[in-house]
Structures are given as structure tokens and as C-alpha cells.
């Protein structure tokens, strides 16, 4: 099982890259890190929830996702 760390890491990741200009003029390249990003948090939230995982910090942090 992924560690919920990893996943957020690679969501946040994802969705800097997805703010670079040259990404938004690729309509192609958005939508494919669109689609991945999502996949990243979808399985942040599933091992989460399984795992009953805190991430250390604020809680509001952890709202966003």
C-alpha cells in the first residue's frame, strides 16, 4: 500500500506542473495530468481513510484534498 505522504507529495507535484504556462497551452498534457492528479488524491484519501492516517501539521491542510 502507497503511503499517504507519497501521494500528496505527487498530487501537489502534479498540480504545480499543471500551472506551468507551457502546460496550459497543451490541452492534451493538462488533461492527462488532470487525470492523474485526481488518481493521485482519490488514492491519498482512500489510504487515508483506510489506514485512519493523520498527517502532522494543521488540519486545515489536510482539508483541501
Known amino acids: 500500500m502507497a503511503d499517504p505522504r507519497d501521494l500528496k507529495e505527487a498530487a501537489d507535484a ?3 506542473v499543471r500551472r506551468l504556462a507551457a502546460i496550459q497551452r497543451h490541452k492534451e498534457l493538462d488533461e492527462a495530468l488532470g487525470r492523474a492528479e485526481e ?11 483506510e489506514d485512519g492516517f493523520q498527517m502532522p501539521g494543521n488540519p486545515a491542510d489536510r482539508s483541501s484534498c
Open 14 to 16: 502534479i498540480r504545480d
Open 39 to 49: 488518481w493521485a488524491r482519490k488514492e491519498y484519501r482512500k489510504v487515508r481513510e
